[in-house]
């Protein structure tokens, strides 16, 4: 199958030190609280089995202000990591996923070697990123491990392991956007994990701890963050860092449509900023729509994300994205856009690698650097 070649922005972006350790500190905290019982309870996973594992690739998007890096959302499905520089990753943050991959099956499995990881989604072949898949497929046999891309349909259950035809499948990276795999062509897989019969990362347990969206409202709630035990300098941090956020219900719908244009609107499900809405682009036919269907909204403070004027293309929007592992995150990178959400379909936008510096000028955030090698994209 022809794949459109994966865009990349004609630019590479500055993050000051003071933003990315402000960044790193969000990253720590959310996991701190994550671990707390008190969380746990909030979030309802204990029907989540819990194996060890911590989720590889979590994903945290931020955009830059003058206040300092603000936390617009935790994705567990976070792509993008090996596509940011169109030279490849750096050889620390290969090792750093390889680390990964490795720390997560000995947590479940101990000492035992790992031998065969399977990267899954539904009809990986016809998804945008399918190239990064493939990157991670060549980045796990650098290891020692065999590696391929599966369809879920394809896998199936038998003799306690979870297998591809006639390959037992030790670890899978899933990159299923069904976060709690509920679907019926996830059925395989889902009963294989909770039965510990195959290492699953990330999982619906770590999605349900970090990710689901109507969490936002309680990494920005100081009352909130004290009633599971959060450590003060941890709520301190995430009510700087978290946009305010609250769940859109009916007795709020009145005062959130008269001050729509200060917020954000996403569904608690969303990915890839389906279903997402800025106030001020929001229709009265849409808002009730949103309203009727049942689907569960959060509202979060608008934060105008940073700009970057290219050359020959004008100012994009762009946001970051840092890429984390047991609460330390491992490597950034940007993506270039227009519009009122984050894609990777405009002209003279897409991925862009970033490079931290010891400025703390936030002026320095939107700086570019044509390359000879960005000349020819």
């Known amino acids: 199958m022809d794949h459109s070649p994966i865009p ?26 994550a671990a707390l019982p008190g969380w746990a309870a ?35 499905n976070a792509g993008g990591a090996l596509l940011a520089d169109r030279h490849g990753p750096s050889d620390r943050l290969r090792e750093a996923l390889g680390a990964t991959f490795a720390g997560e099956w000995a947590a479940q499995r101990g000492a035992r070697p790992l031998t065969r990881l399977a ?19 060549d980045l ?3 290891f020692g491990w065999a590696a391929e891309v599966v369809d879920p349909r394809q896998l199936a259950r038998r003799q306690g392991a979870l297998w591809v035809d006639d390959r037992r499948i030790d670890l899978v990276y899933n990159r299923l956007t069904d976060f709690s795999l509920a679907e019926p062509a996830h059925q395989a897989l889902a009963e294989a ?40 300098a941890d709520i301190a941090c995430l009510t700087r860092h978290v946009p305010p956020t609250v769940p859109v219900t009916p007795a709020r719908a009145d005062a959130l449509w008269a001050e729509r244009r200060g917020y954000f609107f996403k569904p608690t499900a969303g990915y890839a900023s389906r279903g997402a809405y800025r106030g001020d682009k929001l229709t009265t036919a849409k808002w009730s729509e949103i309203l009727a269907s049942g689907v569960p909204y959060v509202a979060q403070r608008w934060i105008p994300p940073p700009e970057v004027d290219l ?22 990178f940007a993506r270039v856009y227009q519009g009122q959400t984050t894609n990777l379909r405009t002209p003279g936008g897409g991925f862009a690698p970033v490079v931290v510096t010891p400025s703390a000028d936030l002026a320095a955030a939107a700086t570019v650097a044509r390359t000879e090698a960005c000349a020819d994209s």
């Open 119 to 137: 990267l899954v989604d539904d009809t990986p072949e016809g998804q945008f990123l399918y190239p990064e898949f493939l990157a991670f497929v």
């Open 8 to 33: 990349h922005a004609d630019c590479t972006l500055s993050l000051s030190a003071r933003d990315a350790a402000q960044g790193a500190e969000v990253v720590a905290a959310i996991t701190r609280v």
């Open 311 to 332: 050359p020959g293309v004008g100012p994009l929007k762009w946001d970051l994205r840092a890429i984390a592992w047991r609460g330390a995150v491992q490597g950034h």
């Open 42 to 76: 909030h979030v309802a996973e204990g029907a989540l089995p819990d194996f060890g594992t911590a989720g590889a690739l979590m994903g945290f998007d931020f955009h830059l202000t003058p206040r300092g890096p603000q936390l617009i959302e935790v994705n567990t």
């Open 140 to 142: 796990f046999r650098s």
């Open 193 to 232: 994990w909770r039965a510990g019969e195959v290492v699953l990362t990330p999982s619906p347990r770590h999605h349900a701890l970090f990710a689901d969206k109507s969490l936002l409202a309680r990494f920005s709630d100081a009352d909130a963050l004290a009633q599971v035990g959060a450590a003060p």
